[in-house]
């Protein structure tokens, strides 16, 4: 029994690699262990509700659900925070979840396609909005939600005009700006913990500093991304 569900279960993998490949432009998951260990842990949890009928909009906008409890969650005190840490890591699967829902029950339509990446330009600003809540500058943040929008609006753009695929993977895609909303949390969490053992870490740097550091280097990324996909896009469209 076990090597027959062994064999099912990497048969399952296997054709999860083949649906992921088949929506990024041929691109293979195999060769990143992070890729695919995340292409196998969204379509793992997308069988489930696949099974039971859920519509992949219906977790497109239960991502932005819980993105918007993220910034809330992290301006309240004592260990509230920690949830916002859940909240962050949760709506990132969701975001794997619905594609690959789509792509394992054939349900992807057009106006999905125009919903999810609504959808994930919502949560990107509400992941930006985590930023402010603990402490850096509004007009800091505000630059970074402005270049991320001007980012992604150049690749859509440059796809309607029939680039294929993103153009380029940039250092400022979705992952990096999750990673970014989890470490501010985390330094908000240390300094909250730090205060209630009556350690001072840093007396010198408070965790709005911190956090105001993440969010100069967010913005350095975007910028960079943007450059890299500027000169992508051109290539694409001009050769």
Do not use: F, K
Not at 10 to 27: I, K, P, T
Not at 227 to 234: E, K, S, T
Request: with cysteine.
């Amino acid at each position: 029994m076990t090597g027959t569900g062994d064999h099912h279960g990497r048969a399952d993998d296997e054709a999860a690699y083949d649906l992921w490949s088949g929506l990024h432009d041929g691109l293979d998951p195999r060769g990143s262990v992070w890729v695919a260990g995340w292409v196998r842990l969204v379509h793992r949890c997308a069988r489930p509700l696949a099974r039971r009928g859920t519509s992949p909009d219906a977790v497109t906008l239960a991502g932005v659900a819980v993105s918007t409890l993220a910034p809330l969650l992290a301006a309240l005190p004592d260990a509230w925070p920690a949830l916002a840490l859940v909240a962050v890591l949760l709506a990132a699967v969701l975001d794997g979840v619905d594609g690959a829902l789509a792509a394992q029950t054939g349900a992807a339509s057009a106006w999905g396609r125009v919903l999810d990446p609504a959808a994930d330009r919502v949560s990107d600003l509400l992941l930006l909005g985590v930023l402010v809540v603990l402490g850096a500058p509004l007009w800091l943040v505000a630059l970074v939600g402005a270049v991320t929008l001007l980012l992604e609006s150049v690749r859509s753009s440059a796809q309607v005009a029939g680039m294929t695929g993103p153009g380029a993977v940039t250092v400022w895609e979705r992952p990096s700006r999750v990673i970014v909303a989890v470490l501010a949390v985390l330094v908000h969490l240390v300094v909250l913990a730090a205060r209630a053992a009556g350690v001072d870490l840093l007396p010198a740097v408070d965790g709005a500093a911190v956090v105001t550091l993440l969010a100069a280097i967010s913005l350095a990324l975007a910028l960079v991304g943007l450059a890299v996909l500027v000169r992508a896009v051109r290539r694409a469209l001009v050769a």
